[in-house]
Nanobody
Framework: VQLQASGGGLVQPGGSLRLSCAAP????????IAWFRQAPGKEREWVSC????????YYKESAKGRFTISRDNAKNTVALQMAYLKPEDTAVYYC???????????????????????????WGRGTLVTVSS
């Protein structure tokens, strides 16, 4: 499925942004959807995921309580609502799709949650989020 991420921009620290992932010609309801981000000079990292099967959501620890992932099946989109943004949230944000029912979440040695980028083979073009005053 082809994905399109949108909604990025420049925001001040403490501000909010709402990213959207769309799939023209596809049905996002058929996939578990994840958001990843890649900051300059860093590896792509997972941020959040929503199950296909039951809508359960998962967040990286640094995003928990600030970010909310949600589906709008009527609009065929998955949103990532981001609040209380910090400069370290600056990155290109990507949405990714996988046809399996459940997000492939693992627990890291430091007790955080993570999903490997290799779990996804459908990616959208990213959208840049810049958090700066």
């Amino acid at each position: 499925v082809q994905l399109q991420a949108s909604g990025g921009g420049l925001v001040q620290p403490g501000g909010s942004l709402r990213l959207s992932c769309a799939a023209p010609g596809g049905t996002l309801e058929s996939y578990n959807i994840a958001w990843f981000r890649q900051a300059p000079g860093k590896e792509r990292e997972w941020v959040s995921c929503i199950n296909r099967a039951d809508g359960r959501t998962y967040y990286k620890e640094s995003a928990k309580g600030r970010f909310t992932i949600s589906r709008d099946n009527a609009k065929n989109t998955v949103a990532l609502q981001m609040a209380y943004l910090k400069p370290e949230d600056t990155a290109v944000y990507y949405c990714a799709a996988d046809k399996r029912d459940l997000c492939r979440v693992v627990i890291t040695p430091d007790m955080d949650l993570d999903i490997r980028t290799e779990e996804y083979d459908s990616w959208g073009r990213g959208t840049l989020v810049t958090v700066s005053s």
